[in-house]
């Protein structure tokens, strides 16, 4: 038989001039193998893929080492085995669906283009499969930029979910690897322009993962040399390198331990982009191909470039974050009340909770400070309008206000008078309501600026309200405050309270209110001030079932029996 | 939780009428608060805010009511209140508010004292 086909009944004459004209002109590239999986045909488009000059170069061509060229993926990126091409399996007799989707790489030349393959069984009169025609259309541009897509797309939604900047660093490493690079290495620079240390390496074969890590581990501690990922750093410029030699291993490489990584790793083709944001270069991302084979291309690169600026932004964004939640922290903690005093004949109990937004706890404007002012000690509340560090740092202004007025005059009207003062000398917009109590024996002088008056609890359950109350603090210029003497027997208690407190809000939206208030006090009538408060604390946290969004204090005073 | 509050001004010959309804405060304040700004005291005699549809108001927003009044009044230009809601009267009568600014139970009471 000459170099023919049998088509069902009728021998095509495959070496026919017209018939092989007809085929050159298509851009699919169409072969025919034998039952053997030989090549008998190739168009122009196949001769050209598989590095041939003409058809019978590909036939005088010893056909087991012309498909060791090719390493052969599935869809997945599987290596598929000889036994598994397509072509291999309709030989075999297997039904194939229509079309598959196979990632071919060129070996020697790391060479990456993705075919959409059609295989066709030719059969003879008893129904065997004589020979194959496979029609393979090159779709590498279309799934090079549905994979680009398809990354930028989940770094997107990535980037912008987590404000641990580890977490989003890991996040885009794994949207790269395996679908851009088979591992990547994230490292960020300790001060710019600086030596990077790695952040987060990826690496799509879990055997490898090991040896990946000590690559970064490596790279972090050794000090010698200069790797190409420093130079992108430090200049801000990206780098490709397609191919990678062993002199190029020995540039990218800090240090030996590093450079022997690398060999073990087999690194093929590579990409160091620049993460850059405002034209300063935070760190780098490097990519690089191994055991895929494939190398690296332009459109590789302008995509890491990509990667590199979205990253530095989701980087800079969680670091700001932390930077201020730590300041805010700090302030946090240095405006926490002061721990109670022992004041003799007294017992004291304090409630303060922060507000939380968002799992975090937000600077407010309510505050306590029990202090002794020399004979006499006195308890301040009080609550600073607004929220943030502005209104924090102004109860810091008014606990220490309080101590300082209160040892020249211990009486609460001049403190609330002197702490008028400080706040309208600033000049700011801040007002504040304050309630001062001195604690004398059995019994409490008490002056009020604009806040809530102190509820007396009497034995019997009775809840009544002291003192009446002057304006608030730093509002107007003719202000007066007056303070008024409040009894407080064995058995009594007295609850002094921000308006965090009743305007509590439940899940609805209602507040908790001054009534629920008193007719809780009246139904804990007796209790001593420490349970009193912890039970207040869980009435509030069932009513608003959840944490506060809004600060609250509370002290309860009651005199020793 | 979905709090709702709005402003409504309605400008007058040399008055402005502000009514407010709603939850007056941290969160809603500011508005009130630009609003407040956008009057000019040179041409305006009398401000009139109107508390009546108010559900509720905090600290933050009664010292947005008194820093305008601060504001308004080196200008001689008066800031009213209309009574609102109890726990809103409450808030006045308590922080001195109540007794320094005029406080009527219609706008037109006070307008008309011009």
């Known amino acids: 038989m000459k170099h023919g086909l049998f088509l069902g009944e009728r021998i095509l004459d495959a070496s026919a001039p017209e018939f092989s004209e007809l085929l050159d002109l298509v851009g699919e590239a169409v072969t025919v193998r ?161 030596r990077p240390h790695a952040v987060v390496v990826a690496h799509g074969n879990p055997d ?154 937000e600077l407010g404007g309510d505050f306590y400070e029990v202090f002794d002012a020399g004979p006499a000690s006195l308890a301040l509340i009080g609550d600073v309008t607004g929220h943030g560090v502005a209104a924090a740092t102004m109860t810091g202004l008014m606990r220490h206000g309080a101590r300082f007025s209160g040892r020249l005059e211990p009486e609460p009207d001049a403190v609330l008078r002197h702490l008028d003062e400080e706040l309208r000398n600033r000049a700011s917009d801040v007002m504040c309501t304050a309630l001062c109590a001195r604690l004398g024996e059995r019994r409490l002088i008490v002056a009020s600026a604009g806040h809530p008056p102190a509820l007396h609890v009497a034995a019997n359950g009775d809840v009544t309200e002291a003192p009446a109350a002057g304006p608030l603090l730093g509002a107007f210029e003719d202000a007066e405050w007056h303070s008024q003497t409040l009894p407080v027997g064995p058995g009594e208690v007295v609850l002094l309270y921000t308006d965090g407190v009743t305007e509590t809000a439940s899940a609805s939206g209602e507040r908790y209110g001054i009534g629920r208030l008193r007719r809780f006090l009246s139904a804990h009538a007796g209790s001593a001030p420490e349970p009193l408060l912890q039970a207040l604390d869980a009435e509030l946290h069932q009513f608003r079932g959840g944490e506060p969004s809004d600060d609250i204090a509370a002290l309860a005073l009651a005199p020793r029996a | 939780m979905q709090r709702s509050f709005h402003v409504h001004v309605q400008p007058q010959a040399d008055a402005a009428l502000l009514a407010v309804s709603g939850e007056l405060d941290i969160a809603t304040a500011p508005e009130l608060e630009q609003a407040l700004d956008q009057i000019s005291p040179e041409q305006t005699k009398l401000v009139v805010v109107d508390l009546r549809e108010l559900e509720f108001m905090d600290s933050t927003g009664l010292s947005t009511l008194v820093r305008a009044h601060q504001r308004l009044s080196e200008h001689d230009c008066e800031l009213t209140l209309v009574k609102g809601p109890p726990q809103v009267q409450r808030l006045l009568d308590l922080t001195g508010v109540a007794e320094r600014l005029r406080v009527g139970s219609e706008p037109g009471e006070l307008l008309d004292s011009r």
């Open chain 1, 34 to 194: 034998d039952q053997q999986n030989r090549f008998v045909y190739a168009n122009q488009t196949a001769l050209r893929q598989l590095g041939f000059a003409s058809l019978q170069e590909l036939r005088a061509h010893p056909d087991s080492s012309l498909l060791d060229r090719f390493a052969v993926y599935d869809e997945s990126g599987n290596e598929l085995e000889r036994s598994k091409f397509p072509a291999a399996r309709v030989a075999a007799g297997e039904p194939l669906p229509g079309r598959t989707l196979i990632h071919l790489v060129e070996r020697a030349t790391g060479r990456s283009d993705w075919q959409q393959v059609r295989v066709t069984p030719i059969r003879d009169r008893q129904g065997r499969v004589t020979a194959t025609v496979t029609v393979a259309e090159n779709v590498t541009a279309v799934r090079t930029a549905a994979i680009h897509t398809r990354v930028l797309a989940e770094t997107g939604r990535m980037l912008s979910s987590s404000l641990d900047y580890r977490q989003t660093l890991r996040n885009v490493a794994w949207a790269a690897v395996p679908a851009l690079a088979d591992w990547c290495l994230l490292e960020l620079a300790n001060q710019p322009g600086g």
């Open chain 1, 208 to 361: 490898w993962r090991g040896l990946a890590n000590r690559l970064g581990e490596s790279g972090s501690q050794e000090d010698g040399g200069d790797s190409a990922s420093s130079h992108v750093i430090a200049t801000g410029r990206s780098e490709l390198i397609g191919e990678v030699s062993d002199a190029d291993l020995a540039r990218i490489a800090r240090g030996d331990e590093q450079l022997r990584v690398l060999r073990e790793l087999d690194v093929r083709s590579a990409i160091f982009a620049p993460m850059q944001i405002r034209n300063r270069t935070i760190g780098a991302i490097s990519f690089f191909a191994s055991e895929s084979l494939r190398r690296f291309t332009q459109e590789d690169l302008e995509l890491a470039e990509q990667l590199g600026r979205r990253s530095a932004v989701a980087v800079e964004n969680s670091w700001l974050h932390t930077t201020l939640a730590e300041v805010a922290d700090t302030l946090a903690q240095s405006l926490m009340p002061s721990p109670l005093p022992e004041v003799s004949g007294w017992e004291i109990a304090a409630l303060y909770q922060p507000a939380v937004v968002d799992e975090r706890i």
